[in-house]
């Protein structure tokens, strides 16, 4: 489904529509292919069981894994969640650290939050200025009592892409597990778990044009295996892993956007590339004090994450309703606060809270970046005369 047309949407960070051809592939499941993926006895359930092998090949395919190792959630926090408090609950060791980043998503940093009360040691690691992780603080961290380390691939305000295969190897190296939140990279950068040696991966279904309230969690079967205990109880689906009736019609988008996603990275990653250059450009010459937030070379394609000085972007983006871009800012009831991402790579609170992310993607077009360069251009110059004349 394309976006509207009078609204510009650049959030494709946040989440992003159903592809039609993978709206396609689910609907008989929504309709006559109704079947309990669970039920053994009739063709109805059969059906169903085979459609959801075929999502779990499909999304196996995508990051060098089994099928079998591939386990249905309803998004990447569940995953997350599952991935974190399964192994702390299933660790036979004394290991009892935790190592982390200061950068990750809710989903990690919350999840942490709480193991910590349960009395795990969690370690929250810096970044630099760049939003990149220093693999000899990592290192320093990673101890023989280090039962995992949880690092997200992209992250999901900067795009800034952590070096996963240096982790995962000082990981493997160290005898810990190796968690990678790769809800925004999946089906955007080539992953080989193997290569890259990582243990467990949460994965997303809404920021790969599949339905919300789908995802996935890789759990490695090789040596070394991580065990983890289920968090949600009742039947023993998924293989013990996480019970509950399979979303057969959803699990059979996620693996059919999956494999779109496969097919279409190399030339999409080259677009969207180039259409984010585009807008960088126009953003550049027409405000040239323009900031970027985080590294430019270490960066997914879809991402910008810019400041405009002087400028608060929540002011900003009230006055263009015709932009759906995203500030990073957080809301509490009373203030606007910088976001933690942000903060965390020391910039400034100011600089901060005039940060704007662009998302691009599938739908996206040459011309709705002109449009958003000249939108934004023209409400900083507003607001400017504004601020003046208060
Ligand atoms: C969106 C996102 C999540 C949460 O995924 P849901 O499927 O919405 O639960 C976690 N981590 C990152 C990096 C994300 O971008």
Redesign the pocket.
């Known amino acids: 489904m394309k976006p509207s047309e009078s609204v510009i949407y650049l959030d494709y ?3 992003t529509p159903v592809d039609e051809r993978v709206l396609e592939t689910m609907l008989p499941f929504l309709r006559e292919k109704f079947g309990n993926a669970a039920s053994r006895t009739h063709a109805y359930g059969w059906e169903a069981e085979r459609a959801v092998d075929e999502g779990r090949r499909q999304v196996a395919r995508l990051i060098g894994a089994r099928p079998a190792e591939i386990v249905w959630t ?5 995953s ?1 969640n599952l991935a974190l408090k399964g192994l702390v609950e299933g660790r036979s060791s004394r290991r009892n650290r935790i190592v982390s980043v200061s950068t990750e ?1 809710k ?2 940093i919350d999840t942490l939050k709480h193991l910590g009360k349960l009395g795990l040691e969690v370690l929250t690691l810096p970044v630099g200025e760049d939003g990149l992780l220093d693999l000899d603080r990592l290192r320093e961290a990673v101890d023989d009592q280090t039962l995992v380390v949880s690092v ?1 691939q ?3 305000e900067t795009g800034v892409i952590q070096d996963v295969a240096a982790i995962g190897a000082i990981c493997r190296e160290r005898g810990a597990f190796f968690h990678c ?1 790769a ?2 990279s999946f089906g955007k950068l080539p992953i080989d778990v193997e290569a890259m040696k990582i243990d467990l991966m ?1 994965f ?4 790969i044009y599949a339905p ?1 309230g789908v ?1 996935a969690l890789y759990v490695r079967s090789r040596d070394p295996k991580p065990r983890i205990v289920e968090q949600i109880n009742g039947g023993g689906h998924e293989g013990g892993r996480r019970s509950g009736t399979l979303a057969v019609p959803l699990i059979v988008a996620l693996g059919a956007a999956a494999e779109l996603a496969g097919k279409e990275m190399a030339n999409e990653d080259q677009r969207i590339h180039a259409l984010r250059d585009r807008l960088l450009d126009g953003l550049r010459a027409r405000l040239p004090e323009l900031e970027v937030n985080g590294s430019m070379t270490r960066r997914i394609a879809n991402n910008l994450n810019v400041s405009v000085p002087g400028i608060e972007s929540e002011a900003l983006l009230m006055a263009l309703p015709r932009l759906a871009i995203s500030t990073g800012s957080a809301c509490n009831s009373t203030e606007v606060s910088a976001s933690y991402v942000l903060r965390a790579m020391g910039l400034t609170e100011k600089r901060g809270l005039a940060a704007l992310r662009f998302g691009i993607g599938r739908y996206s077009h040459e011309s709705e970046i002109d449009e958003a360069v000249s939108m934004v251009a023209e409400a900083v110059a507003a607001l400017r005369a504004v601020n003046r004349r208060n």
């Open positions: 960070n946040a989440t309803s998004g990447a926090t569940e997350t998503h989903a990690t997200m992209v992250n999901n939140d809800a925004q949460s997303s279904g809404h920021k919300k995802g």
